[in-house]
């Protein structure tokens, strides 16, 4: 502990995520703040890493980084955690690669394509929030014959089953033999909404897989492969208000203490 050398406490306290920096200081003036084991007196005191910093005698949380990986998912894989039914899932698959993580959303088990993982489950539901309103594109073959006419039938949404569908664009790719190809935009995401669709419309789906999620794409990421978006295109593509969100969150946490 310092005058001259490392950061203004409040500062470090501030940036970990505990509380605002006038809160930081306030906690200081309480005599709720340690330092190497001693109450600080002062807010006028530089720490550096080599200091253990307590607050209300909690040490600072380790802040991990909001990281966001794309994932080419394979058909087979369960999107889950733990199966019921003992089927290999995604989790494990990537256990060596990658610290703990959630998906962003879900796809069927034959279901292939871009996968999005995350290891900060606030962003995951940020993410999955209809108002996040971010576009699924899907490639689909599927068994069966399909009109212009009734695609365009469904643009608007469709409801099925008493469940609501909304806005589907979709466009035929080209046919092959008894298949087609079909391109797929919708929105929300519902449990199974594209086979639905598709059976909806007389087809049988054989081959589905998600192009792009939102401003990801697929690209030619290869077939069980993954790669890290790098942060700075992750914030953006996010957009601020939930990164503003985040850190509010910290700080209200440790403010009704
Ligand atoms: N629609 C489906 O039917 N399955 C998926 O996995 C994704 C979208």
Redesign the pocket.
């Known amino acids: 502990m310092s005058t001259f050398e490392g950061e203004r406490i409040a500062k470090v306290i501030a940036r970990a995520g505990v509380c605002s920096r006038r809160d930081a200081e306030r906690l200081i003036t309480e005599g709720r703040v340690k330092v190497n084991g001693q109450i600080l007196g002062t807010a006028a005191t530089n720490v550096t890493r080599r200091d253990v910093v307590l607050v209300d005698g909690q040490p600072l949380p380790q802040q991990d980084e909001t990281r966001l990986w794309r994932y080419h998912k394979p058909a087979g894989l369960v999107v889950s955690h733990r199966d019921p039914q003992g089927r290999p899932t995604v989790f494990e698959k990537l256990r060596e690669q990658l610290p703990r993580v959630v998906s962003i959303g879900?796809?069927?088990i034959n279901?292939e394509g871009l996968l999005l993982l995350t290891n900060d489950g606030g962003l995951a539901r940020f993410l999955e929030l209809p108002a996040s309103g971010w576009i699924?594109h899907?490639r689909v073959r599927a068994f069966g014959q399909v009109s212009d006419q009734q695609l365009a039938a469904i643009a608007k949404g469709v409801e099925i089953d008493g469940v609501r569908y909304g806005p589907i664009e979709a466009k035929i790719e080209r046919v092959q033999g008894g298949n087609c190809w079909l391109t797929i935009a919708i929105r929300e995401?519902k449990n199974?909404?594209?086979?639905?669709i598709c059976e909806h419309l007389g087809l049988q789906?054989n081959r589905?897989i998600?192009t792009g999620f939102g401003p990801f794409q697929l690209g030619d990421l290869a077939r069980g492969g993954i790669e890290e978006v790098p942060p700075r295109v992750m914030k953006s593509s996010i957009g601020p208000s939930f990164f503003k969100d985040k850190h509010a969150d910290r700080r209200r946490k440790v403010q009704g203490s």
């Not at 199974?192 to 639905?196: D, G, L, P, Q, S």
């Open positions: 879900r796809l069927d279901t699924r899907y995401g199974r909404e594209v086979k639905r789906v589905l998600r």
